[in-house]
T-cell receptor, first 117, second 115 residues
Framework: AQKITQTQPGMFVQEKEAVTLDCTYD???????LFWYKQPSSGEMIFLIY??????QNATEGRYSLNFQKARKSANLVISASQLGDSAMYFC??????????????FGSGTQLTVLP | ETGVTQTPRHLVMGMTNKKSLKCEQH?????MYWYKQSAKKPLELMFV???????ENNSVPSRFSPECPNSSHLFLHLHTLQPEDSALYLC??????????????FGPGTRLTVT
């Protein structure tokens, strides 16, 4: 079974509007972390936001917020006030903290976001 | 510049060649990783060096061999590769502490083409 599922291969959003990118995960580990990364066409993976499984509040970083619904095992990324520079591939990833000292990120297949002018 | 550098950025090699990819991190992290990103597939973790422990993905062929001489440098030695090994190879580093999570910082990647 896939540990990270991103069901939207591609998304379009109008500039200045908000967009939600979906991510669901599967783990039996009680302690885990969820990450979102952005990958522009240049190839570099850029860290955006992190949510710990025990965090009580949803994480926010500027225009990025994470809609964490633990019971549903979802960790959707919300980008507010989209900008043209937000056009990129977005990856959801998970680290299972209890699995040992060597943390390993498991990535989803990604969502290609295109911001329209 | 993210603090993680990779060289070369692009590499074209024949199937009989031997080459090495280099990664260096300037962040004082204690863990380093190699990932493979093929077209239309999720990023695949290949190797982890963390707190003097090495973890490897058992599905990685032996034609890939990592080397981590110290906490700042990581190499991926390549030999007798196949065309399906053509991909973007990403290096990452992170600070690992028991019970605490820090994000991995990625390098710009090496675009490898095997002819």
């Amino acid at each position: 079974a896939q540990k990270i599922t991103q069901t939207q291969p591609g998304m379009f959003v109008q500039e200045k509007e908000a967009v939600t990118l979906d991510c669901t995960y599967d783990t039996s580990d009680p302690s885990y972390g969820l990450f979102w990364y952005k990958q522009p066409s240049s190839g570099e993976m850029i860290f955006l936001i992190y949510q710990g499984s025990y965090d009580q509040q949803n994480a926010t970083e500027g225009r990025y917020s994470l809609n964490f619904q633990k019971a549903r095992k979802s960790a959707n990324l919300v980008i507010s006030a989209s900008q043209l520079g937000d056009s990129a591939m977005y990856f959801c990833a998970m680290s299972e903290i209890s699995s040992g000292s060597a943390r390993q990120l498991t990535f989803g297949s990604g969502t290609q976001l295109t911001v329209l002018p | 510049e993210t603090g993680v550098t990779q060289t070369p950025r692009h590499l074209v090699m024949g199937m009989t060649n031997k080459k090495s990819l280099k990664c260096e991190q300037h962040l004082g992290h204690n863990a380093m990783y190699w990932y493979k990103q093929s077209a239309k597939k999720p990023l695949e973790l290949m190797f982890v060096y963390s707190l003097e422990e090495r973890v490897e993905n058992n599905s990685v062929p032996s034609r890939f061999s990592p080397e981590c001489p110290n906490s700042s440098h990581l190499f991926l030695h390549l030999h007798t590769l196949q065309p399906e090994d053509s991909a973007l190879y990403l290096c990452a580093s992170s600070q690992q502490l028991i019970g605490t999570e820090f994000p991995s910082v990625f390098g710009p990647g090496t675009r490898l083409t095997v002819t």
